[in-house]
């Protein structure tokens, strides 16, 4: 008997996440010296990681022979600090990934409905699907979500409606107020989950914990992995009621976020001069890659996070000769946009390097440069 007779039958449908392709692998097959590729395909933050994170983290090291705090108590502390929200209120996970597969474990079910856009982040519809319930994708409107529609497809069967704001792969933020009519418009069998991994590239993120506290089914979810550097390390938290935080509480592995992460995590956090420093170089870069790139005939999503949307024509084939050059770009053709590239903000360095290639690959197919 094959082992694939032996599988639940859901996992001959899951649908297989595609990760940004490594750099020493794009190196050895280009032939390519890895220090020269820049990497801007997985929204990383192109600074490197927080160096209190770091410092935190050698030293953690030391004691690496030890179990993790399974409870994370150190910086479920330092959290609660940093964001004035009770500790029984968190959850910290491996990556928020994890936290969305842990809303999976706890709420999802064949028969049972998930609300989510249709080029929202996708790991979305892989954990619904992971748990065997249905995932309604609602059209997304000028790369935003569409929040009335998205109210107008909740049924009895909904249990949960994800909103990224902003959204990955693009980049656009819902208002604050129109994020509170959504919470407070829900019956009570559904819960909002609002995704803010990017939330700290706005100026000003939105903030439910008003509706949360009145009683109103909502639960946040952030990153460590994006402006604090951490992504290897993965790490995010999610807040929400204590009620629902002893849930997920009840769902997830004993040890799920390692000692290092834990440490670096807590010292990211007080590391106000390197999140300072990558917002305001993440606002330059932003407008330096769309002035670039909309000169070059290529219209441009900025969006409000750390990444901006082109649309090239043919995304497959200008990741192709990025590649080739030693960038790598995320294609869009998982999600429905086969034109275009998503183009993680890199250094000011990088982004001109990805200019003067897509300038090159432009010149070589006849497009006028307008600068
Ligand atoms: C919208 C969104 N949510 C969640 C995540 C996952 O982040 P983490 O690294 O914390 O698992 C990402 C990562 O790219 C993301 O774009």
Do not use: W
């Amino acid at each position: 008997m094959k082992y694939a007779e032996l599988a639940n039958a859901g996992v001959h449908e899951q649908p297989v996440y595609q990760p940004g392709k490594p750099i020493e692998y794009v190196a050895q097959e280009f032939g390519l010296d890895p220090a020269l590729i820049a990497k801007l395909a997985s929204n990383e933050n192109p600074f490197g990681p927080s160096p209190k994170a770091m410092a935190a983290a050698q030293t953690a090291l030391r004691t690496a022979h030890l179990y993790p705090d399974g409870n994370c108590c150190q910086l479920r502390a330092a959290i609660a600090q940093a964001r004035g929200i009770g500790e029984d209120a968190l959850i910290i996970g491996n990556g928020s990934n994890e936290i969305i597969e842990l809303l999976g474990h706890a709420f999802l079910r064949p028969g049972v409905e998930v609300v989510m856009g249709d080029q929202a982040f996708i790991v979305y519809k892989l954990i619904t699907k992971l748990f065997g319930a249905t995932p309604v994708e609602v059209p997304m409107q000028d790369f935003g979500h569409d929040l009335s529609a998205m109210r107008a497809a909740v049924t009895d069967q909904t249990r949960l409606v994800f909103v990224a704001s902003p959204n990955n792969p693009t980049g656009v933020a819902n208002t604050e107020a129109d994020l509170i009519e959504l919470t407070e418009s829900l019956p009570a069998h559904v819960i909002l989950c609002l995704d803010e991994a990017y939330a700290e590239y706005l100026e000003r993120a939105p903030d439910l914990r008003a509706q949360m506290a009145a009683g109103c089914k909502v639960f946040c979810m952030r990153t460590f992995s994006k402006i604090y550097g951490l992504g290897g390390l993965r790490v995010g938290y999610g807040y929400g009621a204590p009620e629902l935080i002893q849930l997920l509480q009840r769902v997830r592995q004993p040890f799920n976020v390692n000692a290092i992460a834990q440490v670096a995590a807590s010292a990211a956090l007080t590391d106000h001069e390197f999140v300072n420093k990558c917002r305001t170089a993440n606002e330059a870069g932003r407008a330096q890659l769309v002035a670039g790139l909309e000169a070059l005939g290529n219209a441009t999503v900025g969006g409000q996070a750390n990444f901006v949307l082109a649309n090239v024509g043919d995304g497959g084939a200008f990741f192709q000769a990025l590649q080739q050059r030693g960038l790598i770009v995320r294609p869009l053709a998982p999600y429905g946009m086969p034109a275009f590239v998503r183009i993680t903000i890199g250094t000011e360095a990088e982004n001109q390097r990805l200019l003067a290639a897509a300038r090159e690959l432009a010149q070589s197919q006849g497009v006028p440069d307008s600068r």
